[in-house]
């Protein structure tokens, strides 16, 4: 039986979309969810912290001779608390293109790995998808406040 994480990863992109869609038509709160840009970022968030703590522990099976060993988790890190500190401080419009910096950098990220040959192709291609999903979701969303 194949893995479903590829699965599970485009589905991944459905409340991207679905934000998206719900501001393109003018809807700005949804029922027991709330403010539709709120919960974009909450769900962008999420999901950028969850995409760094994949690269921190990508690095926990690295020999510590290996260069990514070290940039790893200072990389995943920074993301990660970037995004955190974006969130609480920046307006959400701000947050939004934060995001989309966010997403593209995790990408950058990948494409190292996938040539250092620490990530799969299979993986990669994936990720390149999804992320431009992702970022093109987010473009529209911000694009609409």
């Known amino acids: 039986m194949k893995k479903p994480s590829p699965y599970l990863t485009f589905v991944g992109t459905i409340p991207f979309i679905a934000c ?5 038509i003018d809807v700005v709160t949804v029922p027991m969810l709330g403010s539709v840009v709120d919960v974009l970022s909450a769900y962008g968030l999420v ?11 990508n690095h926990l099976d690295l020999a510590d001779d290996n260069k990514w060993a070290i940039r790893l988790p200072l990389y995943s890190n920074s993301i990660a608390l970037g995004l955190w500190l974006g969130f609480l401080i920046l307006s959400a419009s701000s947050f939004i293109w934060l995001l989309v910096i966010g997403f593209i950098s995790l990408l950058v990220i990948d494409y ?6 620490i990530i799969s192709h299979t993986y990669f291609k ?8 992702v970022v093109i979701s987010l473009v ?6």
Request: proline share 0%; glycine share 6%; aromatic share 12%.
């Open 126 to 133: 994936v990720r390149q998808y999804v992320t431009a999903i």
């Open 140 to 145: 529209i969303a911000a694009l609409q406040l």
């Open 20 to 24: 998206a869609f719900l501001l393109m």
């Open 47 to 57: 999901i950028a912290s969850f995409m760094a703590g994949a690269h921190w522990g």
């Open 112 to 117: 190292s790995l996938h040539r250092a040959q």
